[in-house]
């Protein structure tokens, strides 16, 4: 399993970033900070991002190779997501 970051450039990185930020403030409720850890990995091929919200509950999120949401694994204490976008993931802005 090759879980190192090297084959991601920084633009690719803050791409994806600047997508999992806007993801997870349109679909989650009272959000009042994204925070990321230093350095994303890639299990698997796939660009994975770690981090907390609100400065507590810690997230993974799977980012696809067009810079959408893939997947999201959610700590405790993860806000709830807003009743709207329950059923299905609301809008947000994927960075090109």
Known sequence: MNSNSENYSEETIEKAKASVESYIINNYQNIESVEFKDSPSAPMGR????????????FNIGVNDDFTVGSIGMGEGFPE??????????????SN
């Open 81 to 94: 997501p807003k009743e709207e976008c329950k059923e299905h993931s609301c809008d947000y802005e994927v």
């Open 47 to 58: 660009l994975v991002l770690e981090g907390t919200v609100n400065k507590k509950a810690t």
